[in-house]
């Protein structure tokens, strides 16, 4: 799905030009509804190494609204823009900017830029091409979710295909990522949702996308996939909820098997019995996509797990979350919704200017 900005020129580098962005803006921590404003600012021309972007697509990360509430590791210094991922049209470059030129499609390459913005400067070093054959809204969610999916999948165990991997949260953008790396891989993904209404409908949407299996956390206590032999016990489990959740999860773990934890919507914490960690030798980790970028900024790993996504997302095998575009004027709206449990397991919400 593409995202038409209206009334927006492109532009090529000139001397002496300058470009009005519209920005989301914060000067304390809170509530984002409240806090946020939306203000105009005079954007200048690119220096050397700089390049001038016009935003396509800006997503909501459960992440960005943490840090707007002041309840993230990360403190920006104030005045603040929000966001952390979004993919943008070059418009104009500066001097010494030798590996991109205008009309080039461009994702932010580090975090903690502002992405909420119509418009922004970037150091060339800071941001990647995107091939044309990526939609925007792939691009534009690209540097999160599929990461942290792609990054708990490998950097873990070793899986091979018919190995087991179970999730829950299956349901959030990476819980989607997830199921689809699994499936590309040959890898049974089994996934955990709280029970709803529409279940049926959500399984079904799940099954897909390429879940081997998918369970409301009721079931999951009972199952006996696993004993039965319907799947391998898992290897590999990935937590985003904690509490009773995660403990649940964790049974069905195979001897030695791994629980990556890299979010906590229950806000409850992770408890471990002793028996799993004498009798079964299970690990439990955790997993920050923002700490490993920065470790990692110029590790060739990086730039292979970006071709690999890049390649699967060309060949429609992975294809952006369950999404809903909202106009920037209404974030309102949409970083309320954001705040719902709904908005963070479900629909990922993403700003066009």
């Avoid at 519209?22 to 806090?35: I, N, T």
């Avoid at 979710?145 to 949260?169: E, H």
């Avoid at 879940?211 to 006996?224: Q, S």
């Avoid at 995660?246 to 002793?274: C, W």
């Amino acid at each position: 799905m593409s995202v038409l900005l209206r009334n927006v020129p492109t532009i090529r580098f000139q001397r002496h030009m300058s470009v009005v962005a519209s920005v989301l803006r914060y000067s304390e921590f809170g509530d984002p509804a409240k806090v946020i404003q939306v203000q105009q600012e005079t954007v200048a021309d690119p220096s050397n190494g700089e390049v001038l972007i016009k935003t396509l697509g800006a997503p909501i990360n459960p992440a960005d609204i943490n840090t707007i509430q002041g309840k993230y590791p990360v403190k920006p210094q104030f005045p603040a823009v929000g966001g952390n991922e979004c993919v943008g049209e070059v418009v104009a470059i500066g001097g010494q900017v030798g590996g991109l030129k205008v009309g080039d499609r461009v994702v932010p390459f580090a975090t903690g830029l502002g992405t909420w913005r119509s418009h922004a400067l970037y150091k060339e070093s800071n941001l990647m091409k995107v091939p044309n054959s990526i939609g925007t809204v792939e691009a534009a969610t690209i540097t999160v979710n599929p990461c942290t999916a792609y990054r708990m999948l490998k950097d873990f165990v070793s899986l091979k295909a018919g190995d087991t991997v179970i999730q829950n949260g299956a349901n959030s953008a990476c819980g989607q990522a997830v199921i689809q790396l699994c499936r590309a891989w040959g890898v049974d993904c089994v996934g955990i949702v709280r029970d709803r209404p529409e279940f049926s409908k959500l399984r079904d949407y799940l099954k897909d996308l390429g879940a081997a299996e998918i369970l409301t956390e009721e079931e999951l206590r009972t199952t006996k996939i696993f004993k039965d032999g319907l799947f391998k016990k898992p290897k590999l489990a990935l937590n985003c909820v904690g509490g009773k959740n995660a403990l649940e999860v964790s049974r069905h773990l195979d001897n030695q098997g791994i629980m990556v934890t890299y979010g906590g919507m229950s806000r409850e914490p992770v408890t471990v019995p002793t028996a799993s960690l004498i009798f079964k030798d299970l690990q439990f980790s955790g997993f920050w996509m923002t700490r490993w970028t920065k470790e990692n900024a110029q590790n060739p790993k990086r730039a292979e797990m970006f071709s690999e996504l890049f390649e699967l997302i060309g060949k429609g095998v992975l294809k952006a979350p369950a999404h809903e575009l909202i106009a920037f004027t209404d974030y309102k709206t949409a970083v309320t919704n954001a705040l719902s449990i709904q908005g963070f397991v479900g629909k990922k919400y993403i700003f066009t200017f």
